[in-house]
């Protein structure tokens, strides 16, 4: 077996220059929208000083995200999908102008808090909806740019990418709020999903794989539907995922822990909701050179168990340092999930199928993420804020060992 062989082109997908433009253009759309919703947190629970307002912002975007994604599927298999995304870009801008405007000093004069509040929860409500129809065309996109040979490495490219601006946007914004405020990093928001914009404007056309659909749209839906759940390695994969996301959703506290529990102000706010990120990047760029050559299933199922007990320990700590380490490494496992799972995807389904795939994907792993969020926030006034992570983490736990029995495909599962 010759070098070349033994080891692949880790940078195989990267030469191909539309799928550059590609990820720099997510890359920047991504890091806006995590910046975003730093700022979206912290700023309705200093609005409203109530954890459950955190939950409240997640149930706001998870109602129209899950509710519009599989009709969003079916409107994706039969459209063009360089000009759904930059509709979706540009709808996302508005959004950034009308959270902009509520930050301003003459919004505050004439406009109670809570009434603010009710406001920001109305434009992510607007955003979820745009959700539904841009998420998941990213990955449909990328499939249409990049031959079928490459794609567990331009899947991983793309996960890096999301995962980089994920932890710089959580990051920086953490930076900005505490130096501009939320007038000023709205800005820089609205100046990122601009350049954003620009740069995926230089993508080709990407047309329907048909265009004419003789299925009514009850029945593709179901079609798209009947795939997941009949292919058991990508259904237990999503619900691996789904669960863990659930209940492990310890980020959304992090603003109290932050202000509160640990007293770091918001720039230490914007490193720990970072810090998952952060370890997601590196693992990320790790299984870029050095990918899983086997076992990935079973891999996966170890992954997710150890990002529950990092979730246990972050709920415990009252230590800067070991809540940002416990996020860090719970970041770190799951990005081992995510890219083990986007593979699957990839691989999996058929290309007349990937915008209704990719679509029941958003629908119950991206939106799992809002609603994990009100979940958390719900947990945390009933139980209190540590019981709940702690809780949280423990159920993820529950969650493994249940899937590592229901499905053994799964665990068996190697690419």
């Given at each position: 077996?010759?070098?070349?062989?033994?080891?692949?082109?880790?940078?195989?997908?990267?030469?191909?220059?539309?799928?550059?433009?590609?990820?720099?253009?997510?890359?920047l759309?991504?890091?806006?929208?995590?910046?975003?919703?730093?700022?979206?947190g912290?700023?309705?629970?200093?609005?409203?000083n109530?954890?459950?307002?955190?939950?409240?912002?997640?149930?706001?975007?998870?109602?129209?995200?899950?509710?519009?994604?599989?009709?969003?599927g079916?409107?994706?298999?039969?459209?063009?999908?360089?000009?759904?995304?930059?509709?979706?870009?540009?709808?996302?801008?508005?959004?950034?102008?009308?959270?902009l405007?509520?930050?301003?000093?003459?919004?505050?004069?004439?406009?109670?808090?809570?009434?603010?509040?009710?406001?920001?929860?109305?434009?992510?409500?607007?955003?979820?909806?745009?959700?539904?129809?841009?998420?998941?065309?990213?990955?449909?996109?990328?499939?249409?740019?990049?031959?079928?040979s490459?794609?567990?490495?331009?899947?991983?490219?793309?996960?890096?990418?999301?995962?980089?601006?994920?932890?710089?946007?959580?990051?920086?914004?953490?930076?900005?709020?505490?130096?501009?405020?939320?007038?000023?990093?709205?800005?820089?928001?609205?100046?990122?999903?601009?350049?954003?914009?620009?740069?995926?404007?230089?993508?080709?056309?990407?047309?329907?794989?048909?265009s004419?659909?003789?299925?009514?749209?009850?029945?593709?839906?179901?079609?798209?539907l009947?795939?997941?759940?009949?292919?058991?390695?990508?259904?237990?994969?999503?619900s691996?995922?789904?669960?863990?996301?659930?209940?492990?959703?310890?980020?959304?506290?992090?603003?109290?822990?932050?202000?509160?529990?640990?007293?770091?102000?918001?720039?230490?706010?914007?490193?720990?909701?970072?810090?998952?990120?952060?370890?997601?990047?590196?693992?990320?760029?790790?299984?870029?050179?050095?990918?899983?050559?086997?076992?990935?299933?079973?891999?996966?199922?170890?992954?997710?168990?150890?990002?529950?007990?990092?979730?246990?320990?972050?709920?415990?700590?009252?230590?800067?340092?070991?809540?940002?380490?416990?996020?860090?490494?719970?970041?770190?496992?799951?990005?081992?999930?995510?890219?083990?799972?986007?593979?699957?995807?990839?691989?999996?389904?058929p290309?007349?199928?990937?915008?209704?795939?990719?679509?029941?994907?958003?629908?119950?792993i991206?939106?799992?993420?809002?609603?994990?969020?009100?979940?958390?926030?719900?947990?945390?006034?009933?139980?209190?804020?540590?019981?709940?992570?702690?809780?949280?983490?423990?159920?993820?736990?529950?969650?493994?060992?249940?899937?590592?029995?229901?499905?053994?495909s799964?665990?068996?599962?190697?690419y």
């Amino acid at each position: 077996m010759t070098e070349t062989q033994a080891r692949p082109d880790p940078y195989q997908s990267m030469r191909i220059f539309e799928f550059r433009n590609l990820v720099i253009g997510r890359f920047l759309f991504i890091m806006g929208l995590r910046m975003m919703s730093t700022l979206v947190g912290w700023w309705v629970y200093n609005l409203t000083n109530a954890p459950i307002a955190i939950g409240i912002v997640g149930l706001s975007e998870f109602i129209p995200a899950f509710s519009f994604a599989l009709y969003a599927g079916h409107v994706m298999d039969l459209s063009e999908k360089r000009r759904m995304l930059l509709r979706g870009v540009l709808l996302y801008f508005t959004a950034v102008l009308a959270l902009l405007m509520l930050s301003t000093s003459f919004t505050a004069k004439h406009i109670h808090n809570h009434q603010i509040a009710i406001c920001i929860y109305v434009v992510i409500f607007c955003t979820g909806i745009i959700r539904a129809f841009t998420g998941p065309v990213f990955n449909v996109i990328l499939a249409q740019i990049v031959p079928k040979s490459s794609l567990p490495n331009a899947t991983t490219w793309n996960q890096g990418a999301w995962l980089s601006a994920s932890v710089s946007g959580h990051a920086i914004g953490g930076f900005l709020i505490g130096g501009l405020g939320n007038t000023g990093t709205l800005t820089v928001i609205a100046v990122l999903v601009s350049i954003a914009f620009f740069i995926l404007f230089n993508l080709k056309p990407k047309p329907a794989f048909n265009s004419k659909s003789e299925k009514r749209t009850m029945d593709s839906v179901k079609e798209g539907l009947r795939f997941v759940f009949q292919t058991k390695e990508l259904l237990g994969a999503i619900s691996l995922d789904l669960f863990a996301v659930l209940f492990g959703g310890a980020v959304a506290m992090v603003p109290v822990y932050a202000r509160d529990i640990l007293k770091v102000g918001p720039q230490g706010f914007g490193f720990l909701n970072g810090a998952s990120d952060l370890g997601s990047i590196i693992v990320t760029l790790t299984l870029t050179f050095f990918p899983m050559r086997n076992q990935q299933g079973r891999k996966l199922f170890f992954a997710v168990a150890g990002f529950g007990a990092c979730i246990i320990v972050f709920g415990l700590s009252k230590w800067y340092f070991l809540s940002f380490s416990a996020l860090m490494l719970s970041g770190f496992l799951d990005g081992i999930s995510m890219v083990t799972r986007g593979t699957i995807m990839q691989l999996k389904t058929p290309d007349h199928m990937r915008g209704r795939v990719m679509s029941v994907n958003s629908m119950f792993i991206n939106s799992s993420n809002e609603l994990g969020q009100f979940e958390s926030g719900v947990a945390a006034k009933l139980m209190g804020v540590v019981p709940s992570v702690v809780f949280g983490g423990c159920m993820t736990l529950l969650v493994v060992v249940g899937t590592w029995f229901k499905s053994p495909s799964l665990r068996k599962m190697e690419y």
